[in-house]
């Protein structure tokens, strides 16, 4: 049932070129049940990283986490400068990857210069960047509208990509008065609903993108992530932007086509942006269902860090089929004195 509807979902525009060929087919599988491409693979569990040395030296880029890696909410996590001021001494290409989709590259960029970190724009992806960049692989119609359940972050993206959209915060304060005989009405040329972390969830969000995935034909229904929690402060989780996709999969009875962690998508789009080996790159996060798989579903060496969602009894639990190659407290454990010494 899913491929018949990504099939039809996505070819209903033209010149979709992502899905002129079974590998592609395959693609948008992935897309939408990233885990998918594991769950034919036993892993051996998890070793503490030992030799930081041997692991920093076997690869060319680290792909890092943001949330519960670099940061908790809006503190820096201990030895953060320091690591990553090592990895570029060496010569360490270093990339973020984030599915938090609130702002855009341009504001993360921002957020990791008033932590002190001297990081590019170029070198921060977004979930919020990765819908607009999906959008543009295919050849989403330019006359076609995009219904945005989340915020800021994805409208920017959007905008930058020339696409016209609709919804998002505003849309917010908006509300439905059930009276009889009430018909809500929806633009019909909206041609994808994207659905992310949103402060500003109501009822009238969720039913105005269940009208045009359900009544729009070939409307896509695109998620930025499905992560059960975020950090929104250091001092607990909070309900993550899965929780807003569960509502428009339960109104429409249709699965997303994720473009964030675990999906494959953007792992794809930085190999060939920086023209990385898959091999050569080694993903560093605290989650295990969206950092851990994503670098596996990619081909890429693993390592865990304790430092933000996982910790060690839920990594060595008998339910818990996910193993990193490696895992370690925190990024700053990459810091050995021979690591250290250029």
């Known amino acids: 049932m899913l491929v018949s509807r990504a099939v039809l979902s996505l070819t209903s525009f033209p010149n979709r070129k992502l899905f002129s060929s079974p590998s592609s087919l395959a693609r948008a599988r992935r897309l939408r049940n990233p885990r998918m491409a594991s ?17 920093i030296d076997s690869v060319e880029t680290f792909i890092f986490d943001c949330d519960g890696v670099i940061w908790k909410g809006d503190s820096l996590i201990d030895g953060v400068p320091q690591t990553l001021d090592m990895l570029r001494s060496k010569g360490k290409r270093l990339v973020f990857v984030t599915n938090n989709s609130t702002k855009s590259r341009k504001q993360y960029g921002k957020k990791f210069e008033t932590l002190g970190l001297n990081v590019n724009e170029e070198e921060i ?31 920017k993206e959007l905008e930058l990509a020339g696409f016209q959209y609709l919804g998002g915060p505003e849309d917010g304060e908006k509300k439905i008065e059930l009276k009889p005989g009430f018909y809500m009405d929806h633009d019909e040329s909206v041609g994808a609903v994207v659905v992310g972390f949103d402060r500003y969830f109501n009822y009238y969000k969720v039913q105005y993108g269940t009208l045009c995935i359900r009544e729009n034909p070939g409307c896509l229904f695109i998620a930025t992530n499905r992560d059960a929690v975020t950090h929104l402060t250091d001092a607990q989780e909070w309900a993550g ?56 579903n990619g081909g890429c060496k693993t390592l865990l860090v304790l430092s933000g969602v996982t910790n060690l009894q839920m990594l060595q639990s008998p339910n818990n089929s996910i193993q990193p190659d490696f895992y370690t407290n925190k990024i700053s454990d990459l810091l050995t004195l021979k690591a250290a010494t250029v």
């Open 241 to 296: 932007g899965g929780s807003m996709v569960g509502a428009i999969c339960g109104s429409t009875k249709q699965e997303p086509l994720v473009v964030g962690k675990p999906s494959t998508f953007m792992m794809d789009y930085l190999s060939n942006k920086f023209g990385i080996l898959k091999s050569q790159i080694c993903m560093v996060g605290d989650r295990l269902d969206t950092d851990i798989l994503f670098g596996q």
């Open 125 to 155: 992806f977004a979930s919020s960047f990765a819908a607009a960049a999906y959008l543009k692989s295919i050849d989403f119609p330019k006359d076609k509208k995009v219904y945005v359940i989340g915020e800021d972050g994805i409208l």
């Open 39 to 55: 769950v034919s693979t036993i892993r051996a569990s998890a070793q503490k990283l030992q030799s930081p040395d041997e692991l």
